[in-house]
């Protein structure tokens, strides 16, 4: 039988008892996992976190295609926190090679490889500064003229028009025309006012570098002569460009079939910095590689752009090394077969 002196002591000690567990040292483990939850990341750690894994893409003007390309990159390799790609509108092609050699927070670029030679006078060793991951897409030369020109000596003195500045042809044109030993009166207004400049008699000549094929050609109605002309692909053009066709399956109306027009491709290229090997920006770049490379498939499935389905990983880029990091995941892909016998 409890008493009343031990009821008493028994209600103490049930009052007592959660007080007394409280004053019991906390385990060092538990005392760490107490104030993580306790205390919120500061300001400084969720920037480095943000910052962590994000690559910064200059990608070109915001017409171009490009953007879009870089746009679609960046939605397929989103890895939340572990990979973040911010495509970047610039000024065109050739700004975005400054923009890789120059600006904070750049670590990939789409180019074109004809980009290089603005700074081989006063940047000549600019090569070992840039890397390629993969050639995105060739853009074909169309130089399309009036009837009356019938050869590249004719442009000679006359109006050619090559688009407007930051475009692909306002730089790669007259640089290919001057490596030909061509001049011509530069005029550098859009494409659509210049055909119409061209039908009249006001223009020898437009100047298209895209992937062909171009959209005025197919839908447009052209007069008998107009035509494009034939460029010979030799060693004043080798050192950044390939040779290239266009055909009548590109261009029906302009082309008879089974013609083929001798032309030249400026490869587009996706480009990286050559930063130092296993630093923080190359690992960057190398992250992004492998999300890229291994889901390309995505890429060229329904609901991407068409020229993803022509890409090929292992096509190089005149006058640059491959990406480090691009070159080791190809050269996995060719061991799995042999490591499969």
């Known amino acids: ?28 483990e538990a005392q760490g996992r107490t104030a993580a939850v306790q205390r919120p990341p ?18 070109g003007l915001i017409e171009g295609a490009p953007l879009r390309l870089a746009a679609e ?33 750049i670590d ?16 000549p060793e600019v090569g070992k500064h840039v890397t390629y ?6 853009s074909e030369l169309h130089i399309f003229v009036r009837p009356e020109i019938q050869s590249l000596q004719d442009l000679a003195g006359k109006k050619v028009n090559f688009n407007t500045q930051g475009t692909a042809a306002a730089y790669s044109g007259p640089l290919i025309l001057s490596r030909l030993g061509i001049n011509v009166e530069k005029m550098f207004i859009p494409h659509p006012v210049a055909l119409q400049q061209l039908r009249k008699g006001e223009m020898a000549a437009v100047v298209f570098i895209t992937s062909k094929p171009v959209d005025a050609f197919l839908r447009g109605q052209w007069e008998p002569g ?29 082309i008879k079939p089974g013609e083929r027009i001798s032309t030249i491709a400026v490869p587009t290229a996706l480009v990286a910095y050559n930063w ?21 498939d995505k890429l060229q499935g329904p609901g991407f752009d068409a020229k993803w389905k022509t890409i090929n990983l292992a096509a190089t880029v005149p006058g640059l090394a491959r990406f480090p990091a691009a070159q080791e995941w190809l050269d996995r892909q060719a061991r799995k077969p042999q490591e499969r016998k």
């Open 1 to 28: 039988m409890i008493t009343v002196l031990g009821l008493r002591i028994l209600c103490a000690l049930t009052v007592l008892t959660p007080a007394l567990l409280a004053l019991q040292p906390i385990p060092v």
């Open 42 to 59: 500061t300001y400084e750690q969720r920037q480095e976190k943000m910052n962590a894994w994000t690559v910064g893409l200059a990608a």
């Open 73 to 105: 990159m960046a939605r397929v390799v989103d890895d939340g926190g572990n990979l973040h790609v911010l495509p970047i509108v610039t000024r065109g092609a050739t700004e975005n090679l400054n923009s890789l050699l120059y600006l904070r927070g």
């Open 108 to 123: 990939l670029a789409i180019i074109n490889s004809d980009a290089l030679e603005e700074y081989k006078v006063e940047f």
């Open 133 to 138: 991951l993969l050639n995105l897409f060739p």
């Open 226 to 254: 107009f035509k494009f002309l034939p460029i010979a692909y030799d060693s004043k053009l080798e050192d950044y460009y390939l040779p290239a066709t266009l055909e009548a399956a590109d261009y029906p109306a302009l």
């Open 276 to 296: 130092p090997l296993n630093s923080n920006r190359y690992l960057r770049v190398a992250r992004f590689t492998e999300h890229l490379f291994g889901q390309i």
